[in-house]
């Protein structure tokens, strides 16, 4: 169901205009546009994982055409924190402007630039930390520490002359959280007060009833599974999850065993932690994991990637043999990771893989091993309560969870037509602390496959599932031009269409007679013959084999 | 992680012969074939439903292939129940030949009538109830009840010269069942003080601890949702939950609404469950659906397909509003079923879409409105206990769900070597009580694709991977046979590919260089000018897309 577009009207002045580019509607590619007197300000940039039935996807990117023309307005990016469907697009949108300034604290700054460097871009970068208060153009930024299931995040209120916004990035309310960081209330209580016009959430759990459980709950259960495993141990989590692999280094360390990291990304991520002081690797637990080889097996757990079935990651790899590490029985692996809808199949696949080999696989089906980094309605609530904003939209989340944040908005006692329900594109105009909306822009999916950006349509993946489906069937006849004489063909081949070339014999003929009594007829035209040669080859197809493959007709004049 | 293939000796007389030709290492399909003294006897034959990575498959069958040969030893086929994954595939089986008897309850039977008669095949058919006991050659069977998510499920126990074997089919032990038919552990319990030698268990919630809820905990919860609904109530299940409707059925009674059913299979499976009476219609509370809307939206419950979120289901059109039926705000729509891995894409995006039109939309996340059909480990635990079985083989299930199933046997004293986790086409025989694996057959996919059985093979699912994946692109050269000189062409087309056509005006040049060089050279052989072109557009599309579409080259001479 798209949305009806229509155009907002001109931006007045001293009026803040906002609208996402991505994330609503959807789990990833976070983006949102904030506009006032002519300069824009982008809070996130990330990148959506496809689903099953976008064949070939390997990203899809928020739809920067509504910027496009705009770019050298924008004053900066603000990165709230370090996931990839918050920073995963930056490096696209930099292609465009190499140097849009990005915003964000230490470590969110430092995987964005790790991520850039792959790109060879260099980016200008300002880093700020909770507390901080930097003025960009007509908007000025404060920071406010948040608790998520990374490191460092900030939410970011944005003061205007047209009010106050506040932007949550992803967060939780971990009351206990392991750093000690806890989302900054005190700081969000002071805004209240002061008056929050537009409150932006994150409400990718607002369905889920209740709180979050605790960060410091899956500690003891992992250090429980390691402490008993008889053998090796390999815990596949997040690679940006910092604070679920110290609670693996600190459980390894306790029990005398040493740590290898294993895959790219975790190896990458975790040296960035480490160094920036994020991750405290116990003295030497680290090891090199060709050296692990040699420590006897109950002395040394793998820190791995793969936890939601990445065909090529290292845990599918193990499950299939496929890996140097060959797990056997007594080995124990632990899925410490949530499992993302969609990837059901290949995470069973896995642990099917892993089972059979002999190992024991733990995971969030029979143990507490993970929880998530999303606050749940009963967070929310708190959220609502200490702020009372004027207005609400929330987002990053499908439709369900951004209505189920709005119905908790009004429980709170935010009024029904201050709850802005909004979608990708929809424009809001925040004046004198009034926020409505103006428009409604048409955001498309942009996709990236290989090094093309934007070229597949949504029509070409419409062929792709036709091809994936039924396979093709191509038909070549050349022609004389002038008499529309078969000299060759027709030669059929098909792909994916399952039956033995051999089968065609029977609808050779037919081709034949069709082009000859066409050309009988005096038709000459290229499109009608080859359109001929469609229709007569669909019909056999579909009357003698009830399916309908793509039929791909050529004729060529010789 | 294929077995390693062994062939099974010649069959001893007085030995039993058991092997499955599907629903090991999987759920679905299921198919288990038994034979002694040159007789062979079948248990279930089920289709599975393909995963998205198949594409373009519309169901996959049990292998035939080790019976094939055979066929006019079959006795019969017993049918334990008449779910998809139990019955689908007995059209196909019949199809090879007509007078298989087919046994089992009534309600099985009618169901599996019902779907012969689509596929135009009159079975012969012997009706069979809990405590018959049939001799059948050299099998004595006796049935016995057993709960399930339909009704009149039945166990058999099979009995032969070489020892006793129960197979249980699908079966859970609800003690408070809504038809009052529990599952028989006094005949349990007797078999089991006579002795069984080889129990094959139900195992597709062996990894789910504890008890699965009985089926009256969810009746209170439908009644409620149905009571407090202020509009409309669409409530989707499976087509064969006889219990699940009549809940719903007795719910709307007593809330003075009336019921109409929505959906192909569901007013055949209830209309058949009626007739039998294994589905009880409160007086005067059907209504057929198009007189339905003349009630007041208060005064209607309609019962639907596409619980598993099905593109095709009433319920996945009523989200798009592609159905007659418009939901909006106030509508309660409530999925009383589970989730089958692999859909929850499907079905997320059909809660969005009635979120978004405005319905309330209750499911298993949010309510206790299903519980599962199958024993979960306590209830096996019972099981294993009660029988107390020699030999065990695991049925039912993914590989964890076999070996967690086993793992409970062991636990219950049941040794480790007479605990058999086989896979599809491991062979046991039995043979004074003693059950031992023999060998180990070659057991494939068999899949329907429209009216083809089995033309497709893994080869065509890969080359459909890749189209689907990558697209394709065709070229078409038409040379003069002697000269090898270009006539016409290169002709290049592309599907799926997402470039505009116009990129290959870079590579036809390359090509017909190749060709002419080629030619040159002194080459004329049709297959190797092909993989020319082949190679010459392959490492052209590589380095400029970083994309590996299909090549498909075609060298005509005309």
Chains 1, 2 share one sequence.
């Not at 370090?82 to 696209?92: K, L, R």
């Not at 205007?160 to 916004?165: F, Q």
């Not at 702020?387 to 951004?402: C, S």
């Not at 009594?517 to 499109?527: F, I, M, Y």
Request: hydrophobic fraction near 45%; charged fraction near 20%.
């Amino acid at each position: 169901m798209a949305e009806a577009v229509f155009d907002p009207p001109a931006l007045e002045p001293r009026t803040l205009r906002i609208f996402p580019t991505g994330g609503l509607g959807e789990v990833g590619r976070n983006m949102t546009v904030y506009e006032i007197d002519g300069k824009i300000l982008i809070v996130d940039c990330g990148v959506l994982f496809p689903e099953p039935d976008q064949l070939g996807v390997d990203l899809i990117l928020p739809d920067f055409g509504p910027i496009r023309n705009r770019l050298d307005d924008v004053i900066g990016i603000v990165l709230t924190h370090g996931h990839e469907d918050h920073i995963g697009a930056v490096p696209y949108l930099l292609k465009l402007r190499g140097d849009i300034p990005l915003i964000g604290s230490g470590l969110t700054l430092a995987l964005v630039e790790a991520k850039l460097k792959e790109h060879r871009i260099k980016p200008y970068t300002l880093q700020v930390k909770e507390g901080d208060v930097e003025t960009l153009g007509p908007f000025t930024l404060e920071f406010i520490a948040v608790n998520h299931s990374i490191p460092d995040a900030l939410a970011v209120a944005v003061t205007t002359w047209a009010g106050v916004v506040l932007h949550t990035g992803d967060f939780k309310m971990d009351q206990l959280p392991l750093d000690g960081r806890l989302t900054d209330l005190r700081a969000f209580s002071r805004l209240g007060e002061n008056g929050v016009d537009l409150f932006l959430p994150d409400s990718t759990n607002a369905d889920v009833p209740g709180f979050t459980p605790i960060e410091r709950e899956i500690g003891p259960v992992l250090a429980n599974v390691i402490a008993n495993a008889p053998r090796r141990v390999v815990v596949a989590s997040f690679s940006s999850h910092v604070h679920r692999v110290q609670q693996v280094m600190d459980a390894a360390a306790k029990n005398g065993r040493r740590v290898a990291l294993l895959g790219r990304s975790m190896v990458r991520n975790m040296g960035i932690a480490a160094e920036l002081g994020y991750l405290k690797v116990p003295d030497g637990v680290l090891i090199d994991y060709r050296k692990a080889a040699d420590l006897s097996d109950n002395k040394i757990v793998y820190m791995s990637t793969g936890s939601q079935g990445e065909p090529m990651a290292v845990l599918a790899r193990m499950a299939n043999l496929d890996h140097q590490i060959e797990l056997g029985p007594g080995d124990t692996v632990i899925l410490a990771s949530s499992l993302i809808p969609g990837n059901e199949n290949s995470v069973y696949r896995v642990i099917d893989g892993l089972t059979k080999l002999g190992a024991t696989v733990v995971h969030k089906g029979n143990a507490k091993v993970h929880v998530s980094g999303h606050a749940s309605a009963g967070e929310l609530l708190y959220c609502y309560n200490i702020l009372k904003p004027t207005f609400v939209m929330p987002v990053h989340g499908e439709y369900r969870h951004l209505d189920a944040s709005a119905k908790l908005a009004r429980q709170t006692g935010i009024p029904d037509e201050n709850t802005i329900l909004a979608s990708n594109g929809t424009v809001v105009d925040l004046h004198e602390g009034v926020a409505r909306v103006v428009g409604q822009l048409d955001i498309g999916y942009v996709y990236v496959d290989g090094s093309s950006v934007g070229e597949i349509t949504d029509a070409d993946l419409k062929d792709r599932r036709i091809l994936g489906e039924e396979g093709f069937i191509s038909v070549i006849v050349v022609v004389e031009a002038a008499s529309g004489r078969i000299v060759a063909g027709p030669e059929i081949h098909a792909r994916g269409f399952a039956e033995d070339d051999a089968v065609f014999d029977a609808v050779k003929p037919k081709i034949a007679a069709a082009l000859r009594e066409a050309a009988g007829n005096g038709v000459r035209d290229n499109h009608a013959l080859t359109q001929l040669v469609r229709r007569t080859v669909g019909r056999w197809v579909n009357t003698s084999y009830r399916r309908r493959p793509m039929i791909v007709p050529l004729v060529i004049e010789a």
